[in-house]
């Protein structure tokens, strides 16, 4: 016991020697000191491996250590992905690198321009922290050979990753990320990596967002109707800028912004975790919406590249509702159907089956599904719309080639007012579909835990003993995706289809558990589609979803032991 303690501290000063930053120092050099008089847990797990660099780049809990965020992390991995470019025969290239407004992401960003610089490339710096898709956008704008994003997206306020993309303005997918961890693992010392203190560009914030904000104008159609009163919320984060001046530019009314929640905030003093999504997260645009009256509620998460929705609803606690992410899907590709569109239409198969319908309906739409992710989405060929049940939408692929959170923003809010103009509503869109191709109704079981084997535990339960009924339903197809499809590779999931009932209440349910890629939770998606006659059976049709839902919620708990 004593030995192995030695040779964590041994290990433990060598990291700290090498730390380039004094806050990270002071932490490591203090769990040290508490690893010498005999506690050791906390040293022990920040150096219990390494954080993986992935498809998702790298994301974690920021703190001193191997297995935390943190600059010498960052450097490493800054200085694999250089290797790897060099490697594609990039050198020379201009490596773009945006940031957020969390704790240390300026840091992040430095010293990966520096990184980059000392590795003979060329590095193109934003000016300050701004919204993802401004990152995307300026990849393919400036002809970049990669970008890298440094946000935690919507995780907790403890967070931050690392974001990356090729050239093509699209994130890294396999082999891109083993091959770039290999070049991570490669690095044995800090020291060997040279980081210039100058050589990087630092981009014009008038250049950069100005031919971001002149790009938007491709989304809306010129003469459209504009007259849709907003209430906005940025999550404390960094879209309010750049939302509110495409809004002007495009002749929407100024949005009323959520006061509490407008400027940047890494703390996110106002909710628990700064996702639209999480119960509690939008309680203060409700609240700002029963003032302010408008007609709809749009919220992006802290870096913007998703967008969330809420509209009008007297029979909801709050008085609004929140859309999920399949029905603002749903409408978005509606409206493009309507605007003549062309090119395929995709989402991820966690989402909603409702946009194969609306293509299907529609002359010459092509349609095809991916794994989850923009990193799939995004390499659709012919893309034109891509939409995620997690609120991404991609509306512009010429523009940004990932999700997009303002300009989802500007063409809700231009359907939005196209159907004011007639005396319609979101809601009233939303019923049409409906009618047209049945209900589709969506639901998550959704499981955060603190121990991760307790997810590898659930899906093993699951193969071993797979479920035959859920919710009276029976299961006519269980697919164990690790094992890929023809038109998916492998990935960790289970999906399931399940059949109808008997009496024609219920057309079909589908079923997708899969581990979460970016936090520590296992995620199962939940789909039931009930026939509408008429605008009548709505009401019926929507509780019996409900009441089906919530069934195979039940059932599928159990199988899983969650």
């Known amino acids: 016991m004593e030995r192995e303690r030695d040779a964590l501290i041994a290990q433990a000063q060598t990291w700290l020697a090498e730390d380039p930053d004094p806050d990270t120092r002071e932490e490591l050099a203090r769990l040290i000191d508490g690893a010498a008089t005999g506690d050791t847990a906390d040293l022990a797990d920040r150096f219990a491996g390494t954080l993986q660099f992935g498809t998702a780049g790298l994301r974690g809990e920021l703190g001193a250590g191997p297995m935390r965020m943190n600059r010498s992390v960052v450097i490493r991995a800054a200085a694999g992905l250089a290797a790897y470019l060099k490697k594609q025969g990039c050198t020379g290239g201009t490596v773009v690198i945006g940031y957020d407004a969390r704790y240390k992401s300026a840091d992040f960003a430095l010293d990966t321009a520096a990184v980059m610089v000392g590795a003979g490339l060329k590095a193109a710096l934003l000016p300050k922290p701004l919204p993802t898709p401004v990152l995307a956008f300026a990849i393919r704008h400036l002809g970049a050979v990669a970008g890298i994003e440094v946000t935690a997206s919507h995780n907790p306020p403890r967070d931050n990753g690392y974001k990356v993309y090729l050239g093509d303005g699209s994130q ?42 002149e790009r938007t104008d491709a989304v809306l159609t010129g003469g459209s109707a504009r007259d849709v009163r907003v209430v906005y919320t940025p999550m404390h984060g960094v879209g309010r800028d750049v939302l509110t001046a495409a809004f002007e530019r495009a002749g929407f009314p100024a949005p009323t912004v959520v006061a509490a929640q407008a400027e ?26 029963r003032e302010a009256r408008p007609d709809i509620i749009i919220a992006n998460d802290p870096d913007a590249d998703r967008c969330a929705v809420a509209v009008p609803d007297p029979d909801a606690a709050e008085g609004w509702r929140m859309l999920r992410g ?21 989402t991820t198969i966690v989402s909603s089956s409702l946009l194969s319908r609306i293509a299907a309906a529609s002359t010459g739409t092509p349609y095809t599904e991916t794994l989850t992710g ?62 047209e191709h049945g209900l589709h109704a969506t639901d998550q079981l959704s499981v955060r835990v603190q121990d991760l084997s307790l997810i590898a535990d659930a899906m093993r339960r699951l193969r071993e003993q797979p479920p ?75 509780a019996k979803a409900t009441e089906v839902l919530a069934s195979i919620k039940a059932d599928l708990s159990r199988a899983a032991g969650i």
């Open 172 to 213: 890294i997918v396999p082999p891109a990320d083993a091959e770039i961890a290999s070049e991570i693992a490669a690095i044995k010392s800090l020291n060997d990596v040279p980081r210039p203190s100058a050589g990087w560009e630092t981009l014009r914030y008038e250049d950069v967002v100005g031919a971001y904000l």
């Open 264 to 289: 940047p905030d890494p703390d996110f003093p106002t909710v628990v975790f700064p996702n639209p999504e999480e119960p509690g997260a939008m309680d203060l645009a409700f609240a700002t919406a």
């Open 326 to 346: 399949d029905e603002v899907g749903a409408l978005l590709a509606t409206h493009l159907v309507h605007k003549n569109a062309r090119g395929t239409f995709t």
């Open 374 to 435: 923009f990193k799939w989405l995004a390499r659709v060929d012919g893309l034109r719309y891509a939409y995620e049940e997690a609120l991404g939408y991609c509306v512009d692929p010429e523009g940004v080639r990932d999700k997009d959170g303002i300009t989802a923003a500007l063409l809700v809010a231009e359907l939005a007012a196209k159907l004011k103009e007639s005396g319609r509503t979101l809601s009233d869109l939303l019923d049409d579909l409906a009618v």
């Open 468 to 542: 035959t009924v859920l919710a009276g339903l029976h299961i006519t197809s269980a697919e164990d995706l690790s094992k890929g499809t023809e038109s998916l590779p492998p990935t960790d999931g289970l999906r399931y289809h399940l059949a109808g009932d008997e009496s024609g209440t219920v057309s079909a349910a589908r079923v997708i558990v899969r581990p979460s890629g970016t936090e520590p939770k296992i995620k199962c998606y939940l789909e039931v589609v009930i026939p509408v006659a008429d605008a009548a059976a709505l009401a019926g049709a929507r």
